[in-house]
């Protein structure tokens, strides 16, 4: 084990990574990673406490695809129990961690803050203390675009500061990546933070907007629109989402040398190997636009119940995808409208409707 501040610890594992646990395994995000890693002769280790945040029917599909791949293996358990968290983990030996599970949800998080406290704090402190107990190679962990809050200069960079989280999921989120930070730099632990921008795409969550109006439309009832629609969007495909997590995942950031000046547009620290890292489309979207495009794919019209913004939104976001490019080479792109089509056409099945 390394001493605080030492400099000189490099951790035993290096890329290309092999074996990779990933939390949140069962969840949206989490269930497309691991089928990417997996498809691409990865052994991965899915650990997922399978909460009832939403359908758990959905949740043990994802995770009943997954097990059919004889290199998955997988631990159900909230990571808030560090002894099945530690088990599983020593069982597994990872040489890289992804840490994706947490309480979602940013609207949910002004009805039970404290369920976003024990998941998101003090399970991610469990993982970073796993992370640091095994001495991976790299530990990756989710953070949000809610962390720039009410910044105004658009596109978001993660150079920019970002104190001024509007939800407590945004609080919680950015309490990781300062967590994070402190673990990269006492234990010389290679973390990467990576914030996502309004994630969408087939085997979605049901809280989610376009979840919500895809089902509403089909079923004839209205659907609620937000800021009466003045809102903009940097909408990014799932897909494209995990495969920027992919190639980062091999880019674990090194702590800068004595004397070594940071590039400029780069989020790595000064002091410990830590790094920021948007993953968004890079461009916005009317909401407005965005419904148009929906019933287009429909073939119906929606009913758009007009209201005021709710309480912790923020009426734009954007992202500055040059650092995830420079790092690897890699930008997401689907365009909206196909994207919309991808999971229309997964919710039809899917639901039989």
């Known amino acids: 084990m390394s001493d605080s501040g030492d400099q000189t610890f490099q951790p035993p594992f290096r890329p290309p990574f092999r074996r990779v646990l990933v939390t949140g395994a069962a969840g949206f995000i989490g269930y497309h990673l691991c089928d990417l890693l997996l498809r691409e002769g990865i052994a991965v280790h899915g650990y997922d406490g399978m909460n009832d945040y939403y359908d758990v029917n959905l949740k043990r599909r994802r995770l009943q695809m997954l097990k059919q791949h004889p290199a998955f293996t997988a631990t159900e358990a909230l990571l808030e129990d560090m002894p099945a968290l530690s088990a599983a983990s020593a069982a597994f030996a990872p040489d890289a961690i992804v840490h994706l599970a947490g309480q979602a949800g940013v609207r949910y998080s002004l009805e039970n803050p404290r369920a976003y406290l024990d998941s998101n704090l003090v399970g991610s402190f469990n993982v970073m203390e796993i992370a640091r107990e095994l001495q991976v190679g790299h530990l990756m962990m989710a953070s949000t675009s809610s962390v720039y809050g009410a910044n105004e200069v658009m596109p978001f960079a993660e150079t920019d500061k970002a104190d001024t989280p509007l939800t407590f999921y945004a609080a919680t989120k950015k309490a990781n990546e300062a967590m994070g930070h402190s673990y990269a730099h006492l234990w010389s632990l290679p973390v990467t933070m990576f914030r996502f921008f309004t994630v969408y795409g087939p085997w979605g969550r049901p809280d989610m907007a376009l979840f919500q109006f895809v089902d509403a439309i089909l079923e004839g009832r209205p659907i609620d629109v937000y800021n009466h629609g003045e809102m903009c969007r940097d909408f990014t495909y799932v897909a494209d989402l995990v495969r920027g997590i ?101 919710f039809r099945d899917y639901y039989g409707k």
């Open 246 to 346: 992919r190639l980062l995942l091999d880019v674990p950031p090194l702590r800068p040398a004595p004397g070594e000046a940071v590039r400029e547009g780069d989020s790595l620290s000064p002091v410990a190997p830590w790094r920021v890292v948007n993953i968004g489309n890079g461009e916005q979207v009317r909401l407005t636009d965005f419904i148009d495009a929906i019933e287009a794919e429909l073939g119906m019209p929606a009913i758009r119940n007009l209201m005021p913004m709710q309480k912790g939104d923020v009426p734009a976001t954007w992202a500055d995808a040059s650092l995830l490019r420079r790092l690897t080479g890699y930008a997401p792109a689907m365009p909206v409208r196909d994207g919309i089509a991808q999971f229309v056409a997964w």
